[in-house]
């Protein structure tokens, strides 16, 4: 081969990477245009509810999300990776609407874990549909990038719209909502007008030489990719997200405790998005440089030294740990979302990217329900720093994984791109 042509082919798989990461992208900026998730515990709170009863609310939500995930896997690789966040997106947007319609705590509890069967709809969907369409076409080498990039466009969106929805609120919460609702329809659009359909079989089906595959279930599948050390890394990653998703929704609770008014808790909330969007476009440097395995650790005491900063019950600390702190683990969530694609054949993709969101769901709902407690015994700043015990306990988990150097990865496919190589 020659040099011009080795550049013509990487023009070719560049184009090809670019062609299927714009629907993407425009589908992340709507997707993520949910103009209620920064004030949302607010708005729970002036229905009447309790710290407990909004832990209760968001443990619901994701231990729903974590028990349908596998069933929604499973039917995602055999109807449709897209067909599946059609149907998760919707439900949540009608989750939505039920929810600015209702203040009665009953209901809510039926919509929040109809909307966590939403969730689990589309988790492992957006990211098997992603990274498949990159395998039919030799690109994965580009999925960092592109998903670093997708990652900020939907994080930014979300701070814009969390400044936005602050400000809708002094006029309806209904505004708020029904914006919410009809971005994730508008999302829907995009996806089934834009990006085409893919199941497990037809992603298989696009490998050279897939290796007969023979796994006839998505059990025997992951049982034949996990090893010791992913299984750790699957623990890990999960402890993490449940240390900054409740972390970053009870931000709300605790500032507002420590005095600051609904309309700078949503400024705050916002620029942590901001600050959490930016922050991934650095996730390819970091792979390059550092790797996963170092990125992991620096992330997960960030957290906690997070977390701690807020138990100060000083307002402009708790503002400066959030701004500061809150975005380092987004960078990580890139990284290792990388190497679970890697680790997973085509074939039961979404399955077994959805097996690891249950488990990321399980622990992120707990995680609610324990901050939730802690703060509703301790206050929510001291609640905040107790809850710092959870990221230095995944860090513990992880170093020896990091020091013996255990595979991640049994390379059971390689991308069509890296087999070229």
């Not at 067909?83 to 009953?106: M, P």
């Not at 999960?238 to 400024?267: C, E, N, R, W």
Request: proline share 3%.
């Amino acid at each position: 081969m020659t040099t011009t042509e080795a550049l013509d082919g990487s023009a070719a798989v560049d184009d090809a990477a670019r062609s299927i990461a714009r629907p993407f992208y425009v589908y992340a900026v709507l997707a993520n245009s949910l103009f209620q998730r920064g004030v949302f515990v607010i708005f729970l709170y002036q229905r009447g509810f309790s710290a407990g009863q909004v832990a209760l609310l968001q443990t619901l939500i994701y231990l729903v999300s974590g028990l349908a995930e596998m069933p929604t896997g499973i039917i995602a690789d055999r109807i449709g990776r897209r067909a599946s966040i059609v149907i998760g997106q919707v439900l949540i947007a009608g989750c939505l609407l039920g929810q600015v319609t209702s203040s009665n705590y009953w209901v809510f509890l039926a919509l929040f874990m109809l909307q966590g069967v939403g969730m689990a709809c589309v988790s492992g969907s957006d990211t098997a549909l992603l990274y498949d369409l990159l395998v039919r076409r030799g690109a994965t080498a580009g999925y960092v990038k592109i998903k670093s990039r997708f990652t900020m466009l939907g994080t930014v969106t979300s701070g814009v719209a969390i400044v936005l929805g602050g400000q809708l609120q002094q006029f309806s919460w209904g505004i708020v909502y029904v914006g919410s609702a009809a971005c994730l329809v508008l999302a829907v659009v995009v996806l089934m007008s834009r990006v085409p359909e893919i199941r497990g079989a037809d992603a298989v089906d696009e490998q050279d030489g897939a290796e007969a595959h023979s796994d006839a279930t998505a059990w025997r599948a992951m049982l034949r990719v996990a090893t010791p050390a992913l299984v750790t890394l699957v623990v890990v990653s999960g402890l993490m997200h449940a240390t900054l998703t409740p972390y970053i929704i009870f931000t709300q609770k605790t500032l507002s405790d420590q005095g600051a008014g609904t309309a700078v808790v949503s400024v705050v909330i916002a620029a942590g998005f901001f600050v959490g969007g930016l922050v991934p476009l650095l996730s390819d440097r970091a792979n390059r440089r550092i790797g996963y395995r170092i990125v992991i650790p620096v992330s997960l005491v960030t957290l906690a030294v997070a977390l701690g900063l807020s138990g100060l019950g000083l307002v402009w600390v708790t503002i400066a740990a959030f701004l500061v702190l809150a975005g380092i683990p987004e960078i990580t969530a890139v990284l290792v979302d990388n190497v679970f694609n890697e680790a997973v054949p085509s074939r039961h993709r979404a399955s077994l990217l959805s097996m690891i969101a249950f488990v990321e769901s399980v622990l992120i709902g707990i995680g609610y329900l324990v901050l939730g407690t802690l703060m509703d015994g301790f206050g929510s700043s001291v609640g905040m720093a107790t809850y710092a015990a959870v990221p230095l306990l995944a860090c513990l988990l992880w170093l020896p994984v990091l020091f013996r150097g255990a595979r991640v990865t049994t390379e059971i496919e390689k991308p069509a791109d890296q087999k070229a190589s």
